[in-house]
Structure formats: structure tokens, C-alpha cells
């Protein structure tokens, strides 16, 4: 018998190792490893989901016949050393794993690894992309998937005629909105077992049925976000709003993260949503991008780019502040309701991520590594080949523009704009200097002036640094915010 060691991000059985494996010639080790579980430290709801659906995976496997050896040990090389011992395989093989670290676990304690299917672009399916251009757009790369994979196609030509359909979905929430619940789970006795096994640094709120730990569940999922949400999810897809926490996205990375789901399935029940006259082109285009555009191309960058993680061409070196702690405690309304709900349900959607989060970690000075583990450690969705290239490339810039052509900075104007966060927020995003003056305005602008240098030598900066230039009160604004930055370390903004 030959062992296949299946990670807890690869638990479907069309991935890779196990995709010919049958119950005659194979048996599935997991590994809980202790050490990973509490290296973190992970938000609570993060590490139930992936020990609940490994415990799920491992009960499919055992009814479709496949003797599985389940278990719990001090590392992950521990639980494999003892897997070996007790069963004696032939030998031990497993999928392409998802992070270095792991890569070079596998290959030192000899593990025979398979190419993996789980993505759509294989990383050197990508590295050859990548040779081949003059600059890794992720508009080029979206396309060239589009093209190789049939998505919304009408042979070798967009649907509409249009390959992107952005512009018509930046809509500000509506002062009338509301959007389909999302299903739950309830939770069971092999919950309460996961919860009670978790470690004691674990933070956040506790489970309570926000994320599906099945396949069968995530399926469910899926039919729910094609059938009820999908249609509305264009328009309001860049919209932050205190009515909803989940708007109209999908949820649907977790699953996608931990193999529940398998991106082709996703995006062809889009497709055919579409095709049915079901969807919109600005929602069914506007998800398919995030799939097998952005989401494919992160996958591809991080295996690109192995000093990605230490980029820092801003020079930023502070802690990440007190807000970001649990529970959080600010009078800032965007970035409690969105520390919040991370420490609530471990996710909060991408614009968040983006404009609020990334941000003021941004306009603050705090340094990459800060958010990128923050982030990791703290989202259900939350993996190293994620966070590195989503928050040094895209959300920080720490990379100088190898990802994004110019940062995602912005005062409250903006926040303002897309969300009702504003109103009754104890601080006026239209000020930039005063007690009540909003720190993101007052942040942003000091944010050009301290990296003018660096952002000038950018063309599609001109615009903001000539508004830099113009400022009245611009010696008013710097004080203003060597007071924001103390005040946020303090705790007290
Ligand atoms: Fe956030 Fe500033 Fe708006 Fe308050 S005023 S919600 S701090 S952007």
C-alpha cells in the first residue's frame, strides 16, 4: 500500500495525489500538528474550519472506503515518522503543497510529490506566462486565462465585446439596499470536539455557522451565492455598508482555499447562470476575474517572486497598533466595523481589506510584515500564498509597483463615497487637520508628502503630488499627523 498525506488545504478528492487514488492501493494520512496550530496565533474560527473539514474529509473518505489515518501529533514530521512506523507503506506521496515552508518539509522527510491541479494556472504554467512579458499585468494574465480556458468566450473574443466590465461596479451602497442571508451551518458534537482541542492563544469570537466544513456544505454554498446573490453582486461589489457585513459577495474562498471547492466547478455554474440569462455580465465577469484572474494570478506571483515578503520600499517599521486588537476599540467607524468583524467571523470582504485596512496601515507607516501576519492568522481565508502578494504587492505597494502601478491610498473622501460609514462618525472625513479631523485624510496627505520622492518618479501620481503642492495648511497637516500616528499607537483616536 502507498500512503498519500493529504494538508488540510487540499481536502478534495480530485486534487492531485488522491485524484486516481482508490480505497485497494491507498491510504490517507492527515496531520493536525500541534506546533502549526498554535504558531500563529490563528483566530479560532480559522483553525475549526480547517480541523473541522479535515475531520469531515477523513469521515468521506472512510464511506467511500479508504482506510484513513487520521491523526493529531506534535509536528507534522512527528505525525509522519509515526505514520511510517505503525504502517510501514511502500511509499509516501502528496500534492504540490501550498507554501514553500511546506514544500521543503515534505521534500526533506522524503515525500514524492505530484503535480497539483488545484488551481487552473500551474506555477510554472505561470512562470512561463510570465517569461514571456514585458510587465505581469494581471489585466494580460486575466485575458490570456480567459482566452485558454473558454470563460465567457464567443470563440476567441469577450462575450460582449468587452473584456471588463469594472466600471459598472464602483455603485456606493444603496440608502435602500438589502441582500439575500447567507446559509448556515449548525453546528455539531464534531464541532464542539474541534473547539475544545483548540490552542489557548487562539483569538476571536467562537463559531457559529458562518462557514460551511464540509464539501457537501460548500456545494450548498455555491448553489446559494449562483442562485440568490450573484446577480446583485456586481454593481455594489466595491461597497462597504454598516447594514450588511456580507453585501452581495460570495464567501467562497475559504473553500476555495482549502480544496472543499475547485475553482473550474465555480466559475462553470457562473458560466451557465450567465448563459441561462440568469446573471448580468458585470456580475458573472466581475466574479470569473476574481477567480480565475486575480485570485490565479497572487497563486502564480508567489511562486515568482521568493523576496516578495520582505519588500519595503517605503521604509515602514511600526507595530501594528492597538486597533487591531481584540475586541478593537476606536472611534474610527469605518476601521472598528472592520477590525470588528474580522474578530467577529474572520472575514470581512475585499474592500475593506483594501481601503480601510490596508490603508491606514499604509498612511500610518506600520510595517508590511505586520498586516501580512495579522491577516494570515486572522481570516478564515487567510494563507501565505494569499497575504504576500495581496498585501505587500496590491494593499501596501511595499513592492514599489512590481504588482500595482500606483498605492490604494486614499483619505475619507473616498471612504465617504462608497460607504455610509461617515455620517455618524465622530470624525469629519472632509478635515485634515483639528481634533476632528478624519486620520485617513489627514494621514493621506502626509502620506505623499513623506514618500514625494519615490511616488513622483510615477506619472499617474502627478495629479495628487500637484494637490500636495497646493495645500494651504500643509506644515498644519504634517503636526496634525505625527499627533494621529501617536494618538493610534497610543490606542486614543
Ligand atoms: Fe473612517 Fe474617517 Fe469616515 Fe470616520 S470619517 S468613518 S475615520 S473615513
Known amino acids: 500500500m502507498r500512503t498519500v498525506w493529504v494538508t488540510g488545504d487540499q481536502l478534495n478528492r480530485r486534487i492531485g495525489a488522491l485524484a486516481d487514488a482508490s480505497p485497494g492501493d491507498t491510504t490517507v494520512l492527515l496531520v493536525e500538528s500541534e506546533h502549526a496550530l498554535a504558531a500563529g496565533p490563528y483566530h479560532r474560527q480559522r483553525l475549526h474550519l480547517v480541523v473541522a473539514a479535515m475531520r469531515r474529509f477523513a469521515e468521506e473518505l472512510r464511506d467511500a472506503g479508504f482506510e484513513v489515518d487520521l491523526r493529531r501529533a506534535a509536528t507534522f514530521r512527528d505525525g509522519l515518522d509515526a505514520h511510517r512506523r505503525e504502517r510501514r ?42 517569461a514571456d512579458q514585458r510587465s505581469l499585468r494581471m489585466e494580460d494574465f486575466y485575458r490570456w486565462q480567459r482566452r485558454r480556458l473558454g470563460y465567457l468566450m464567443d470563440g476567441d473574443q469577450p462575450v460582449t465585446g468587452r473584456w471588463n466590465h469594472d466600471a459598472d461596479n464602483r455603485e456606493p451602497p444603496p440608502s435602500d439596499g438589502s ?44 448553489g446559494h451565492f449562483v442562485d440568490e446573490v450573484l446577480p446583485a453582486f456586481g454593481p455594489h461589489e466595491d461597497a462597504m455598508t454598516t447594514r450588511s457585513w456580507h453585501l452581495a459577495h460570495s464567501m467562497l474562498s475559504p473553500y476555495l482555499n482549502l480544496g472543499l471547492l475547485l475553482p473550474d466547478e465555480v466559475c462553470d455554474r457562473v458560466e451557465v447562470a450567465y448563459r441561462d440569462g440568469d446573471v448580468p455580465i458585470n456580475s458573472a465577469e466581475g466574479f470569473i476575474r476574481q477567480v480565475i484572474g486575480w485570485r490565479e494570478y497572487v497563486w502564480g506571483l508567489y511562486w515568482l517572486w521568493e523576496d516578495h515578503a520582505e519588500e519595503n520600499v517605503l521604509g515602514h517599521d511600526r507595530p501594528l497598533p492597538p486597533v487591531f486588537s481584540d475586541p478593537p476599540a476606536t472611534d474610527m467607524r469605518c476601521v472598528d466595523d472592520a477590525v470588528g468583524g474580522v474578530h467577529e467571523r474572520g472575514w470581512v470582504h475585499h474592500i475593506q ?141
Open 89 to 130: 507503506p511502500e511509499t509516501v506521496i502528496a500534492t504540490e503543497p501550498t507554501s514553500r515552508r511546506m514544500e521543503r518539509r515534505m521534500r526533506d522527510a522524503g515525500v514524492e510529490l505530484v503535480r497539483s491541479n488545484q488551481f487552473l494556472c500551474h506555477r510554472d504554467d505561470f512562470a512561463d506566462w510570465a
Open 179 to 222: 441582500w439575500p442571508e447567507p446559509e448556515t451551518s449548525r453546528l455539531d458534537e464534531l464541532d464542539d470536539d474541534v473547539l475544545a482541542g483548540l490552542p489557548v492563544n487562539a483569538w476571536g469570537a467562537d463559531p457559529v455557522g458562518w462557514w460551511a466544513t464540509s464539501r457537501r456544505a460548500a456545494l450548498s454554498r455555491l
Open 353 to 493: 481589506r483594501l481601503m480601510i485596512l490596508a490603508n491606514l496601515t499604509n498612511l500610518a507607516g506600520i510595517a508590511p510584515g505586520e498586516l501580512v501576519r495579522w491577516m494570515r492568522t486572522g481570516f478564515v481565508d487567510g494563507a501565505e500564498w494569499v497575504m504576500i502578494p495581496n498585501v505587500v504587492g496590491m494593499g501596501l505597494w511595499a513592492d514599489g509597483g512590481r504588482m500595482s502601478t500606483k498605492p490604494y491610498v486614499s483619505g475619507g473622501n473616498y471612504v465617504n463615497r462608497m460607504s455610509d460609514y461617515c455620517g455618524d462618525c465622530r470624525y469629519d472625513p472632509k478635515a485634515r487637520t483639528g481634533d476632528d479631523a478624519c486620520p485617513f485624510t489627514t494621514l493621506y496627505w502626509d502620506f505623499l508628502a513623506r514618500h514625494r520622492e519615490v511616488l513622483a518618479a510615477n506619472a499617474r501620481m502627478g495629479p495628487v503630488l500637484g494637490n500636495l503642492d497646493r495645500l494651504s495648511d500643509f506644515d498644519d497637516v504634517r503636526s496634525r499627523a505625527a499627533e494621529v500616528v501617536d494618538l493610534l499607537a497610543a490606542g486614543r483616536l
